[in-house]
């Protein structure tokens, strides 16, 4: 696992209630990553959609048991098929701000 990228903290955010369209496409290089925040909202009890690769991110970021993400939300880790047929995983943070209210910051792009 290698990190990509490093986003500053209000760099790549989401916002349900304010943002109108939840796909935002991310260009990395020569390829192009589609990113579907409704989806990491949803993933958020679980933790993300690498259940069982998820406390070896945590390790890999040095984050303990009952950390954090660095925007206070609940850890995150996403992975996400490029446009050219790469796998990558998103790291974000998955605030509930209230009812149905989510906003995700995303802080890091790894990949395997």
Do not use: W
């Not at 990228?5 to 390829?31: A, C, T």
């Amino acid at each position: 696992m290698k990190i990509l990228r490093q986003f500053q903290i209000n760099e790549l955010v989401f916002d349900n209630i304010r943002d109108k369209s939840n796909k935002v496409n991310l260009s990395i290089g020569e390829d192009t990553l589609e990113i579907d925040f409704n989806r990491i909202i949803d993933s958020q009890f679980s933790g993300g959609n690498v259940p069982s690769k998820f406390n070896d991110y945590k390790s890999l970021l040095n984050l303990g048991r009952y950390s954090k993400a660095e925007c206070g939300g609940f850890v995150n880790f996403f992975k996400v098929r490029s446009v050219n047929g790469r796998d990558y995983v998103l790291y974000s943070g998955v605030n509930e701000v209230s009812n149905s209210h989510y906003i995700v910051t995303i802080h890091k792009l790894m990949i395997e």
